[in-house]
């Protein structure tokens, strides 16, 4: 009984963390796609990759608060070295980054195409498309964080 309530407690944990650093990924994907375009004409399309360098950077700012809140509140230290730790985060948040790229490449060039107005704001579909990414891949960072990286 102990264990499921511990179980449940990190999972909460997880989601209030993962919630904590979607804002913040949000929040600076808004940020770098408003502004880049005016330094980075082609941040819009890339080649048909659209805003690969607001992704790359907010997802950045997204994984580093993610792995501060991960170690202090969400997870017990794993067998691991705190280097080799912070190695393996960053090796599945880089491969976690490149997945939830592709997935907002499919969703903002195929599924999300009108503005979705929620009174208070407007959110585009570069926003919902991120929004949607992020959800996906959210998923599997729980589990292989939990599995590989925190073996807990």
Same mark, same amino acid.
């Given at each position: 009984m102990r264990e499921l309530l511990i179980r449940q407690k990190q999972v909460l944990f997880f989601i209030i963390a993962g919630g904590l650093s979607a804002v913040v990924e949000i929040g600076s994907f808004k940020v770098f796609s408003t502004y880049l375009p005016h330094f980075f004409a082609r941040e %819009?399309?890339?080649?048909?990759?659209? /805003?690969?360098?607001?992704?790359?950077?907010? $997802?950045?700012?997204?994984i580093i608060t993610n792995y501060f809140l991960s170690i202090w509140f969400v997870f017990e230290r794993g067998k691991h070295s705190k280097r080799?730790?912070?190695a393996y985060f960053m090796g599945?948040?880089?491969?976690?980054?490149?997945?939830?790229?592709? !997935?907002?490449?499919?969703f903002y060039s !195929?599924?999300?195409?009108? *503005?979705?107005?929620?009174?208070? /704001? $407007?959110?585009?579909?570069?926003? %919902?498309?991120?929004?949607?990414?992020?959800?996906l891949v959210s998923?599997?960072? /729980?589990?292989?964080?939990?599995?590989? %990286? !925190? *073996?807990?």
């Open positions: %819009i399309n890339f080649h048909g990759i659209h /805003y690969p360098l607001s992704n790359i950077f907010s $997802t950045s700012c997204g080799k730790e912070f599945v948040s880089f491969i976690s980054t490149l997945v939830s790229l592709g !997935f907002f490449q499919i !195929f599924i999300f195409k009108d *503005n979705i107005n929620l009174i208070f /704001y $407007t959110l585009s579909p570069e926003m %919902i498309s991120k929004i949607a990414a992020i959800l998923i599997l960072n /729980y589990s292989v964080k939990k599995k590989i %990286i !925190f *073996n807990g």
